[in-house]
C-alpha cells in the first residue's frame, strides 16, 4: 500500500487566533471546510492543522489530490464562531520547511 502525497498550505487569517483557543478554532475551521466541500471531498483532502506559526498564521495538510478544494473552501470561509474572518493561503508545499524559508 502506497503512502498519501500530502500538500502543505501556509494560511493566514484576517483576525488572529489569541482570543480564541486553538481547540476551538480548530474545530471551526474543520466543521466549516466539512460545509464548503462537501463529506466525501473532505474526507478524501483530510484536512488538518499540522503547527500554528504565529498568533494569525498556521500550516494546514490535505492530500496532494484535493489540495485545490482545500484552498477553495477556505476563500468562502467567511465568518466562524460568530465574527468576520478572512482565511488567505499564502504559500502551498510539499514540505514544511520549504513553507516557512523566507
Known amino acids: 500500500m502506497m503512502r498519501e502525497k500530502r500538500r502543505y498550505l ?19 475551521l ?3 471546510l466539512l460545509h464548503n466541500i ?4 473532505y474526507f478524501r483532502a483530510n484536512p488538518k492543522i499540522v503547527k500554528f506559526v504565529s498568533d494569525s498564521d498556521f500550516i494546514l495538510k490535505c492530500n496532494l489530490a484535493k489540495y485545490k478544494e482545500t484552498i477553495v473552501a477556505l476563500t ?3 465568518r466562524m464562531s ?21
Open 10 to 28: 501556509l494560511v493566514r487569517q484576517s483576525e488572529p487566533i489569541a482570543d480564541v483557543s486553538r481547540r476551538d478554532f480548530e474545530s471551526e
Open 30 to 32: 474543520y466543521k466549516e
Open 38 to 41: 462537501g463529506e466525501v471531498s
Open 76 to 78: 468562502f470561509i467567511k
Open 82 to 102: 460568530g465574527r468576520e474572518i478572512g482565511l488567505y493561503t499564502l504559500k502551498s508545499s510539499g514540505t514544511i520547511s520549504a513553507l516557512i524559508k523566507p
